[in-house]
C-alpha cells in the first residue's frame, strides 16, 4: 500500500474528528490546562453542576465539573443554548457554512443532529425563547428562529436598520451578538456595537466603538440603554438585563438606560451565566488585531479564564485560568453532564447500540 493510501486509510478513524469535523490530530494537552484556586473549586464543588463553555478560536467545547474535564471540537462554537427538561445542548458553530448542533443524553451528551447554514447567518448567541430556539444572525443584523429541518427565519431586527422602506439584511453593520432572553421576543433584549449602520462595519479597525454599544429592547426595536463598549453575553436575571461590557473588560447590568458596572475583571469579557445564585463569567485574551476594541484593557495582562462572583456585591468567589487558552464565547450549565471525551473511565464511546440511552 502506497504511503498516500496508508495515510488516506488512516484518518478520521478517531470518532472525535468525525463528529468535529476535524481531522487535524488529536488534542493538544495544552488546551485543557486549567489552573483552579481554591475559591474555585469550592464554589464549583457547592454549585455540583456542569460548566458547559466554548472556546471559539481554539475550536473547543468543554464540559466542566468537580474533578472532570471533558470535550468536544467543534469548528469554532460559539454560542450555547440548553433544554435542561429534554437534557439537550444546542451549539452554533460560525464558520463556513455555520452548523447548528444538537447533543443529548441522559448523562453523556452525544450528537444527535445537526443542521448546516449559509456562512452569512453568522450565528453567535443561541436562547430559548417561548419555547423556541433563536438565535443571533449577526451577518443580517437580525434574530432569527432555528428550527432543524426548516432552518433560520428572520423574525426580528432593530428598527434602524429599515432605511427607504428596505431592510439592511446583506451584510453585518451593528454586531447584533446576544440574547437576553425572556418569555417572548418582545420580552426579550439585545445587545450590539452601535445602535445604527454606520459607514464603517465591525471588523474594520477604525470602527467606533468605545461607548457606542446598546441593548436594544425586544418590544420597541430601539435601544433601551447604552454607554458600553463591544457589549456581549446579554441574559435576563431577577427582570434585569446583565451584559459583559467586553471592552472594559467588566460585567454589570443595565439600569435607568446605562450600564452600571459590577465588577472589572483580568480580560475582555464575555461569556455569562447565572447559576444558583452565582454569577460566572469569562474573560478572553485580547485578539491582537483587535486591540483598539479594547480603549479599557492592557492587552498585555488579558487573559482566558472564568470568575465566579457574588452578584450582590462583585465578590470573586474563585478563578479558573486557562494558561494557554485564547478566547471564550459562552458559558451555560447542566447537572450531571459529561461530553464524549475526556480522561475519565466512564466516559461513553460513540459506538453504542441503538436502544442505547446514554
Known sequence: M????????????????????WSQGQMDPR????????????????????????REYEHLLLALSKGSTTWMHLPHPSG????????ALHV???????????????????????????GRTYLHDLAFIGGELHGNSVGQNAVVCLDYEEGAKRVWWPRSIEKGGKRVFGRNHLQLNSIAAGRTLAG????????????????????PVDGRGVVFSGATREPMGGGLTRPHSARLYRGEVWVDNSGYGEVGRMASGRFRPLAKLEGWTRGLCF????????????????????????????????????????????????????????????????????????????????????
Not at 451528551?109 to 445537526?114: E, G, I
Not at 433584549?189 to 470602527?207: I, T
Not at 479599557?296 to 462583585?314: E, I, M, Q, T, Y
Open 2 to 21: 502506497s504511503g498516500l493510501h496508508a495515510k488516506q486509510q488512516s484518518m478520521l478513524r478517531d470518532p472525535s474528528q468525525v463528529t468535529g469535523l
Open 92 to 118: 452554533a458553530c460560525t464558520r463556513n457554512p455555520n452548523l447548528l448542533l444538537e447533543l443529548q443524553g441522559e448523562r453523556t451528551l452525544l450528537p444527535r443532529r445537526a443542521r448546516f447554514l449559509p
Open 275 to 358: 447559576v444558583k445564585g452565582v454569577l460566572i463569567v469569562g474573560t478572553s485574551k485580547v485578539l491582537p488585531r483587535f486591540h483598539a476594541y479594547a480603549p479599557g484593557l492592557d492587552h498585555r495582562k488579558s487573559r482566558c479564564g472564568l470568575v465566579a462572583l457574588d452578584p450582590s456585591n462583585g465578590k470573586v468567589l474563585g478563578r479558573l485560568t486557562f494558561p494557554h487558552g485564547n478566547q471564550i464565547f459562552a458559558i451555560d450549565w447542566m447537572e450531571g453532564a459529561r461530553l464524549p471525551y475526556g480522561e475519565g473511565k466512564d466516559v461513553k464511546p460513540l459506538f453504542y447500540d441503538l436502544g442505547e440511552r446514554p
Open 31 to 54: 488546551a485543557l490546562a486549567a489552573q483552579a484556586d481554591v475559591g474555585w473549586r469550592r464554589t464549583l464543588a457547592k454549585l455540583g453542576v456542569t460548566l458547559l463553555v466554548t
Open 80 to 87: 450555547l443554548a440548553v433544554d435542561r427538561k429534554a437534557r
Open 188 to 207: 426579550s433584549y439585545f445587545s450590539a456595537s452601535v445602535p445604527e449602520p454606520l459607514p464603517q462595519v465591525p471588523g474594520d479597525l477604525d470602527y
